[in-house]
């Protein structure tokens, strides 16, 4: 079964960067969308960006768009998030997973093999 786990968070001050991994257990990648996603406290989880391999479309929820780069390293079996000039609002757990059921990138219930979560917070 396959494995997506995160990793890269931590606390930055505003205006800075961070890159997230999404590892797959196995080299699949090329074969799904894979999508990242957050989540803030009280908050309902929210689509960030996907990415598909076999198009090489990527997509980026409005508020991200020019600041964040989604990327995937075959070599690696990793999809990474680049995350520029972070905000406070970028503040959030963020997980990636593979979408399953559908073809909408931004629904969270269409996708599956969910990671852990790896905390991003931006703060002064």
């Known amino acids: 079964q396959l494995q997506l786990v995160e990793s890269g968070g931590g606390s930055v001050q505003p205006g800075g960067s961070l890159r997230l991994s999404c590892s797959a257990s196995q080299p699949v990648l090329e074969y799904y969308v894979i999508g990242w996603f957050r989540q803030a406290p009280g908050k309902e989880r929210e689509a960030v960006s996907s990415i598909d391999s076999q198009t090489g479309i990527s997509r980026y929820r409005e508020s991200v768009q020019g600041r964040f780069t989604i990327a995937t390293d075959y070599v690696e079996n990793t999809v990474y998030l680049q995350m520029n000039s972070l905000k406070p609002e970028d503040t959030g757990m963020y997980y990636c997973?593979?979408?399953?059921?559908?073809?909408?990138?931004?629904?969270?219930?269409?996708?599956?093999?969910w990671g852990q979560g790896t905390q991003v917070t931006v703060s002064s």
């Open positions: 997973a593979a979408l399953m059921y559908g073809s909408d990138w931004t629904s969270v219930r269409d996708y599956g093999y």
